[in-house]
Nanobody
Framework: QVSLVESGGGLVQTGKSLRLSCVVS????????VGWFRQAPGKGREFIAA????????YYGDSVKGRFTLSRDTAKNTVYLQMNSLEAEDTAVYYC???????????????????WGQGTQVTVSS
């Protein structure tokens, strides 16, 4: 069983930055794919980014490409999502998720992830 705990959300002004953390337990980062999704009020869950464990290859959704960056600390079994140039449209609950088996074409599909964190709220105000 893989468990994930997100943290780092909060209230921030437009144009500022936040870094979210996702601490993983129950498996090592090199063995799993970790993805980030977000859900704004009244909307479905949107793919943000993902990193594949065996090679740390990173993939980003179009809405955050160039602004958000993934990194990881294998010693802490933690994946980070650095969010820069935040916009009001980035306001959402952010979730990290994990899968032990994932093909490249499925990275953005939430139903392919077996384990989910509880989410952390990010609110961007002007």
């Amino acid at each position: 069983q893989v468990s994930l705990v997100e943290s780092g959300g909060g209230l921030v002004q437009t144009g500022k930055s936040l870094r979210l953390s996702c601490v993983v337990s129950g498996d090592t980062l090199r063995s799993i794919t970790v993805g980030w999704f977000r859900q704004a009020p009244g909307k479905g869950r949107e793919f943000i980014a993902a990193t594949r464990g065996f090679n740390n290859a990173q993939y980003y959704g179009d809405s955050v490409k160039g602004r958000f960056t993934l990194s990881r600390d294998t010693a802490k079994n933690t994946v980070y999502l650095q969010m820069n140039s935040l916009e009001a449209e980035d306001t959402a609950v952010y979730y990290c998720a994990a899968a032990r088996s994932m093909i490249l074409s499925s990275l953005s599909q939430e139903d392919k992830y077996n384990y989910w964190g509880q989410g952390t709220q990010v609110t961007v105000s002007s």
